[in-house]
């Protein structure tokens, strides 16, 4: 093979990379790696503790670790290459056993030999997220205000999760922040991904229960096989979940309580994911593999030669100190396809997931017909996007938004009236119920919300 054959073939096969040049996928590669490395420290240290109840003030306990370009730990008034910040480790520890998550299995999975990315994983937020190489866990950035709000709430939060073991509320495993020399503060969380790793999803929504900008344009679905479609797209697909009355009704009671702690929690604007799994189709369209590429973060890939480099570019580049690593690191990558590597994603779904409710039937939630029997498709579902709290600054977006659409249709509304008409959208969207109204069994909180006409 001559060696521009060679090139061309390279060239070909990045471009085969779920459709995404080199560079945007791996751009915050050696971010990643501290990432690893830092929560392997954290979980580690935290293991060495002894083991005792949760206390008020492990809700508050923070704990950082300056290490060097070597991954040595250092002392604090040292130089660092990089800082890592643990927040509530004993409590995170907690949730994780509180879901059956052993120490051991989560270093493997976070820890491992690779990790897995996907198209389009920045959200409008700018946020980026990473898949653990079992496709088990996401690492995903959040804004500080994010963060901020997750420790405010992280008390009622895991008594919560402690009370609700099949909550439908995103799982979050750990809370962190990562800075580079020089560079910008990074906070990231650690949390479930609900999609299995041994099923394609055929199709994707995010669902909130408003109309206003809730609509994919579906021309975009052909090309990109991991497009999420939103409200305006479900309700003009006719889409349902086909569930029959004992199903419906764990579902509708699971998000009622669900969505009366985020109510309570003064939380709005998060959304119900739903993943459908066809079991006619299968997974013949190996949607998985094709659309997840292959990250390398394991410590051997940069050798003393590469972090020379590395080292050097920084000191070159005062004002852009990173700038140069990633590109070094960008250029001595090279990220293959799950779909042309030897790695595969695992064929089973972990033994735990069937101690839950909505996770029973094959990782997921079955669909059956009014009489209960088993229909051809599984849904996976979990309600994400929980850290926005309706603050200032939604308020003002409510009255400028109300000015040129239906109040009811917005996002940015009262937690009060988003609970009752998220739960009815969910409701409307089930086959084979007995349409009750259950919004009735929605308490009122009035100590903390006012209600919508007190917003004019």
Request: glycine share 4%.
């Amino acid at each position: 093979m001559t060696k521009a054959h060679s090139l061309k073939k390279q060239s070909k096969a990045i471009e085969n990379i779920i459709g995404t040049p080199i560079k945007k996928d791996h751009v915050h590669y050696i971010l990643m790696l501290d990432m690893l490395n830092g929560i392997r420290y954290s979980v580690q240290r935290c293991n060495a503790s002894t083991q005792r109840d949760i206390y008020l003030k492990d809700f508050r306990a923070k704990h950082k670790i300056a290490l060097d370009v070597y991954n040595n730990e250092l002392l604090p008034s040292s130089k660092y290459y990089y800082k890592f910040k643990d927040y509530a480790p004993r409590v995170f520890r907690s949730i994780r056993e509180i879901f059956k998550i052993s120490s051991e299995d989560y270093l493997m999975s976070l820890t491992g030999k690779y990790m897995l990315t996907e198209i389009d994983s920045p959200g409008k937020s700018g946020s980026f997220f990473y898949y653990s190489q079992d496709y088990r866990f996401i690492i995903k950035t959040v804004h500080h205000t994010e963060h901020k709000y997750l420790l405010k709430i992280l008390r009622n939060y895991y008594l919560y999760l402690k009370k609700n073991p099949n909550t439908l509320i995103c799982k979050i495993f750990g809370l962190h922040r990562v800075k580079i020399q020089h560079g910008k503060k990074i906070h990231f969380i650690v949390m479930e991904n609900i999609f299995p790793p041994d099923k394609d999803i055929h199709e994707k929504y995010d669902l909130k229960g408003s109309l206003v900008g809730r609509y994919t344009d579906e021309k975009e679905k052909d090309s990109n096989k991991l497009i999420v479609l939103k409200d305006v797209n479900w309700i003009k697909r006719e889409r349902k979940i086909y569930l029959g009355k004992e199903k419906e009704s764990i579902l509708m009671k699971q998000l009622e309580k669900d969505v009366q702690f985020l109510a309570d929690n003064n939380v709005m604007d998060y959304s119900l994911l739903v993943g459908c799994h066809n079991l006619n189709k299968g997974n013949i369209d190996n949607i998985r593999d094709s659309t997840l590429s292959i990250i390398e973060p394991i410590p051997e890939s940069i050798n003393k030669k590469r972090i020379d480099k590395i080292e050097s570019s920084r000191k070159k580049n005062k004002k852009d100190p990173m700038a140069m690593a990633l590109a070094r690191a960008i250029a001595e990558t090279s990220p293959v396809s799950l779909e042309t590597s030897s790695s595969s994603l695992p064929e089973t779904i972990p033994k735990v997931k069937k101690h839950f409710i909505f996770y029973h039937d094959e990782g997921g939630f079955r669909a059956t017909d009014i009489n209960n029997k088993e229909l051809q498709e599984i849904y996976f579902l979990g309600i994400i996007d929980i850290f926005t709290n309706y603050n200032t600054k939604k308020k003002l977006e409510n009255i400028c938004k109300s000015i040129y659409n239906d109040n009811k249709n917005i996002s940015a509304v009262n937690p009060r009236f988003y609970a009752k008409r998220f739960l009815n959208f969910i409701q409307d969207s089930i086959g084979h119920n007995a349409k009750e109204n259950r919004l009735k069994n929605l308490k009122p909180n009035p100590r903390k919300f006012q209600q919508q006409n007190d917003m004019k």
